[in-house]
T-cell receptor, first 112, second 115 residues
Framework: GENVEQHPSTLSVQEGDSAVIKCTYS??????FPWYKQELGKGPQLIIDIRSNVGEKKDQRIAVTLNKTAKHFSLHITETQPEDSAVYFC???????????FGTGTRLQVTL | NAGVTQTPKFQVLKTGQSMTLQCAQDMNHEYMSWYRQDPGMGLRLIHYSVGAGITDQGEVPNGYNVSRSTTEDFPLRLLSAAPSQTSVYFC??????????????FGEGSRLTVL
């Protein structure tokens, strides 16, 4: 089955700096790569996703890049703000779907 | 819409006891699933359902049962709780049975402690 590795496990940045979280996946058939944000005491929430026919996608301060050849994808957050502090999960799934495999999460802390 | 509702939010059990975690969604979603979240291990899929009357196993199904008699409800049953089942459980749903075509909506979680 699919295996998703996520790094780093913790990340501390100063407000205004950029943050980058990286994930690798094992199944070359995977074609959907979402990112979820989990705030304290809440369930994860989708923030951005990318499909394999696209190399990059941007939504305001958040961008995701995908390298299918190397089987890795990354989340980029620019101009970080305190409200970006949360746990971020990457995930991957294939065409048959129904089994979204998550990474182990990255705890991002944005300091003032 | 209330979205995905999980009950209870907190539960303490003794080893060997049974209980059911309830999950309900009011978005008419076909797909529902249960994940457990453990430190350093991310979210792992326990069971999922692509529609009423259909269930299947995920990555870590042992010790858990599910059923899907209605579109709205997807309860998770622990028949004989073990300390290894201490975790935070999340129910999630999406519009279709293909997770690559739709957003997963999560409940707020149920924290279970087994003593």
């Amino acid at each position: 089955g699919e295996n998703v590795e996520q790094h780093p496990s913790t990340l501390s940045v100063q407000e205004g700096d950029s943050a980058v979280i990286k994930c690798t996946y094992s199944d070359s058939a995977s074609n959907y790569f979402p990112w979820y944000k989990q705030e304290l005491g809440k369930g994860p929430q989708l923030i951005i996703d990318i499909r394999s026919n696209v190399g990059e996608k941007k939504d305001q301060r958040i961008a995701v890049t995908l390298n299918k050849t190397a089987k890795h994808f990354s989340l980029h957050i620019t101009e970080t703000q305190p409200e970006d502090s949360a746990v971020y999960f990457c995930a991957a799934s294939g065409v048959t779907a129904s089994k979204l495999t998550f990474g182990t999460g990255t705890r991002l802390q944005v300091t003032l | 819409n209330a979205g995905v509702t999980q009950t209870p939010k907190f539960q303490v059990l003794k080893t060997g006891q049974s209980m059911t975690l309830q999950c309900a969604q009011d978005m008419n979603h076909e797909y529902m699933s249960w994940y457990r979240q453990d430190p350093g291990m991310g979210l792992r899929l326990i069971h999922y359902s692509v529609g009423a009357g259909i269930t299947d196993q995920g990555e870590v199904p042992n010790g858990y049962n599910v059923s899907r008699s209605t579109t709205e409800d997807f309860p998770l049953r622990l028949l004989s709780a073990a300390p290894s089942q201490t975790s935070v459980y999340f129910c999630a749903s999406s519009l279709t049975g293909h997770s690559n075509t739709g957003e997963l909506f999560f409940g707020e979680g149920s924290r279970l402690t087994v003593l």
